[in-house]
C-alpha cells in the first residue's frame, strides 16, 4: 500500500513529539524553495471509544482541551528556540514527555 502524505511527511521530516496529556506537538523541519532550513510543529489530539475499541488521532479540539493545548504550544515552541540547529540536521525522531 502506498504511503500517504502525512506518513510520508512524519518519515522523512519527523524530529520529535512533545505531549501533554492527550495533546501532541510533532515538530518537523521544512526546507524552502531557496534551501532555507525551519522547523515547525503540528498539533494533534489522541482519543479512545468509550468501550475502548477503537482508538486514533484527531486534529479536532475542543474548550477542555485548553488548558493542554496551551501547554504543548508553549513547550512547541520553547523546543524549537532551543534548538535551532535541528533545521539543519537529519531528523532521527526522538519523543519527549511532558513532565508530570
Keep these: 500500500?502506498?504511503?500517504?502524505?502525512?506518513?510520508?511527511?512524519?518519515?522523512?521530516?519527523?524530529i520529535t513529539t512533545i505531549r501533554e496529556g492527550a495533546i501532541g506537538a510533532n515538530i518537523f523541519r521544512g526546507?524552502?524553495?531557496?534551501?532555507?532550513?525551519?522547523?515547525?510543529?503540528?498539533?494533534?489530539r489522541s482519543w479512545k471509544s468509550a468501550n475502548g475499541s477503537r482508538e486514533g488521532y484527531s486534529d479536532r479540539f475542543y474548550e477542555r482541551n485548553a488548558d493542554a493545548l496551551q501547554a504543548v504550544v508553549a513547550k512547541a515552541c520553547d523546543w524549537i528556540s532551543k534548538n535551532p540547529e535541528a533545521a539543519d540536521a537529519e531528523p532521527e525522531g526522538e519523543q519527549i514527555a511532558a513532565a508530570a
Design 1 to 14: 500500500m502506498a504511503k500517504s502524505k502525512k506518513d510520508s511527511e512524519k518519515s522523512t521530516n519527523y
Design 31 to 44: 526546507v524552502t524553495p531557496d534551501g532555507h532550513a525551519y522547523l515547525y510543529f503540528s498539533l494533534s
